[in-house]
């Protein structure tokens, strides 16, 4: 059981989970936040700020076991694709993609302290810009780890 907030660890793990996935790899750069205009590649996810909450399941004397809920939200950006149609069916794989991830390994490869982890909402637009279609995702994957 973790003494500490796990957030960071689970934005590290979630990551190279995503870097490894078979429709991800090699086309998709998943970075742990915004990596900066100057690295934007046409299909990206990345992570947004993060948020927490802790609680105390059983108030005893000494060291508090406790309860952290946290949201990692993730943004997909997906660019370079001929039309909408194509942007939106690629913006939905990468999506499916992180739900993917998630139902294969909902503790996070056991990373210490999470006890679980799923997708509790996603979004998806479409739209044209001057430079071509741009697709774009937001999947909030929250997690709850056990804190001793």
Partial sequence: ?????????????????????????GSVDVHSGWPGDLHRKPEMVFVDELSSTEDRPVMKSGRQVRDESFRLPLIVVITGRGDLDST????SAVVAAIQDVLADEPALSDLDGVLFGWVA????????????????????????ARLN
């Avoid at 939106?88 to 913006?91: D, G, L, P, V």
């Avoid at 996603?122 to 774009?136: L, R, V």
């Fill in 121 to 144: 909402e996603k979004s998806m637009s479409c739209g044209q810009t001057p430079e071509g279609p741009i697709g774009t995702a937001r999947v909030v994957v929250d997690v709850t």
């Fill in 88 to 91: 939106m069916c690629r913006t």
């Fill in 1 to 25: 059981m973790a003494e500490t907030t796990v957030w960071w660890s689970a934005v590290e793990r979630l990551v190279s989970l995503l870097r490894v996935h078979p429709s991800l790899i």
